[in-house]
């Protein structure tokens, strides 16, 4: 059964730090890998999407992916009391359009 | 806002009841997955749906089916509901790429007294 595994946290960091989010992928062949931020009672927003090996950034995040060690993470720099949610892994299997998640790490930015 | 639109917002049933939940895609896109998520864990993939066919699906009885209709929106249809079937279902469109994100609508919480 293909697995993708998150530290549930919480991860707490004070504002204007770096928060250090990790996800490891069982699915060697996975092609696609995203992350997702999701607020308590709401549905998951995407942050970052990422496809090649290395650092993707956009503002705040940086998405880096390893596909030999089958391991992707998310850097949120300057973290806001706004950045506290629960941040998800998903990766897309190789042979179609569906996502297998992780169970999402709680990250509580402190004023 | 991404566009996907779902109904109810909530909903409460009793065990045994038979529920339908509604999805629109966002424009131009093709594809709609439905995932469970239960409090506390990651979303659960159930099923999609590509051009008004079955693509796929994911671990859950037969007793959860869908359509997708000509205009790509979706239906989730769970009979003989179980307490364990209370949870926040999400549905998600996408065109129909490996590669290709999936968008997220605000979701259904359905709770099974």
């Known amino acids: 059964q293909k697995e993708v595994e998150q530290n549930s946290g919480p991860l707490s960091v004070p504002e204007g730090a770096i928060a250090s989010l990790n996800c490891t992928y069982s699915?060697?062949?996975?092609?696609?890998f995203f992350w997702y931020r999701q607020y308590s009672g709401k549905s998951p927003e995407l942050i970052m999407s990422?496809?090649?090996?290395g650092d993707k950034e956009d503002g705040r995040f940086t998405a880096q992916l390893n596909k030999a060690s089958q391991y992707v993470s998310l850097l949120i720099r300057d973290s806001q009391p706004s950045d506290s949610a629960t941040y998800l892994c998903?990766?897309?299997?190789?042979?179609?359009?569906?996502?297998?998640f992780g169970g999402g790490t709680r990250v509580l930015v402190k004023p | 806002e991404t566009g996907v639109t779902q109904s109810p917002t909530h909903l409460i049933k009793t065990r045994g009841q038979q529920v339908t939940l509604r999805c629109s895609s966002q424009?131009?896109?093709?594809?709609v997955s439905w995932y469970q998520q239960a409090l506390g864990q990651g979303p659960q993939f159930i099923f999609q749906?590509?051009?008004?066919?079955?693509?796929g699906r994911g671990n859950f009885p037969p007793r959860f089916s869908g359509l997708q209709f000509p205009n790509y929106s979706s239906e989730l249809n769970v009979n003989a509901l179980e307490l364990d079937d209370s949870a926040l279902y999400l549905c998600?469109?996408?065109?129909?790429?490996?590669?290709?994100?999936?968008?997220f609508g605000p979701g259904t919480r359905l709770t099974v007294l």
């Open positions: 424009s131009g896109h093709n594809t």
């Open positions: 749906y590509y051009r008004e066919e079955e693509n």
């Open positions: 998903a990766v897309n299997e190789a042979a179609g359009n569906k996502l297998t």
């Open positions: 990422i496809y090649s090996n």
């Open positions: 699915d060697r062949v996975s092609q696609s």
């Open positions: 998600a469109s996408s065109l129909a790429s490996e590669t290709d994100t999936q968008y």
